[in-house]
């Protein structure tokens, strides 16, 4: 049981590229969300989904592109890189969004050079 | 923008003593979470409350869900040098299933 697992764990990018974070969760969570940790700055929500096929906007997502195609995958799309976006990215997941709050995954740090 | 006031930013305290914190909030929430970050790692639950004046332990960590329903506290009796971490509260408000607030943090130094 894996738990929640983001790949990869450091990436470093040009203005302007696009990348895709990967997150996968192997715990049926309906649930899933990104946050973006910067220092000072807590967590801050980008993207979450209630289930496969219905994505929702957070505090701060404007850059990035979601889609829940299965209940397991959640991936987030820088669509053309800036140095704001330079940060720490958490993927989470949860059963119900609410009663067992939301699991971690380990992160992934991004350098937007 | 975020509505969640944690504080303190930061403490560092020598091992054996006790830690207190708190996040208030502008809104009415439902749900507090407590959560520790390690270095390198991604935030880990402690503790979750559900309902106004509940006190919950885990171990050393004591939370209570204030009265008001707009804030939360966090104590740690006896600290010792692995409370070393981050601490986050987190809220759910009624209007918001899902979507959970994160307070800013609390960085907690231990000292031998």
């Known amino acids: 049981n894996a738990g929640v697992t983001q790949t990869p764990k450091f990436q470093v990018l040009k203005t302007g590229q696009s990348m895709t974070l990967q997150c996968a969760q192997d715990m049926n969570h309906e649930y899933m969300s990104w946050y973006r940790q910067d220092p000072g700055m807590g967590l801050r929500l980008i993207h979450y989904?209630?289930?496969?096929?219905?994505?929702d906007q957070g505090e701060v997502p404007n850059g990035y592109n979601v889609s829940r195609s299965t209940t397991e995958d959640f991936p987030l799309r820088l669509l053309s890189a800036a140095p704001s976006q330079t940060s720490v990215y958490f993927c989470?997941?949860?059963?119900?969004?609410?009663?067992?709050?939301?699991?971690f995954g380990s992160g992934t740090r991004l350098t937007v050079v | 923008g975020q509505q969640l006031n944690q504080s303190p930013q930061s403490m560092f305290i020598q091992e054996g003593e006790d830690v207190s914190m708190n996040c208030t909030s502008s809104?009415?929430?439902?749900?507090w979470l407590w959560y520790k970050q390690d270095p390198g790692e991604g935030p880990v639950l402690l503790i979750a409350l559900y309902k106004a004046g509940e006190l919950t332990s885990n171990g050393r960590l004591t939370a209570q869900f204030g009265i008001t329903r707009k804030d939360s506290f966090l104590n740690i009796s006896a600290s010792i040098p692995s409370d070393v971490g981050i601490y986050f509260c987190?809220?759910?408000?009624?209007?918001?299933?899902?979507?959970?607030?994160f307070g800013a943090g609390t960085q907690v130094v231990v000292t031998p």
């Open positions: 989904s209630v289930g496969a096929g219905i994505t």
């Open positions: 809104s009415i929430f439902n749900t």
């Open positions: 989470a997941s949860s059963p119900d969004g609410q009663v067992y709050g939301y699991t």
């Open positions: 987190a809220g759910l408000t009624t209007d918001s299933w899902g979507k959970f607030q």
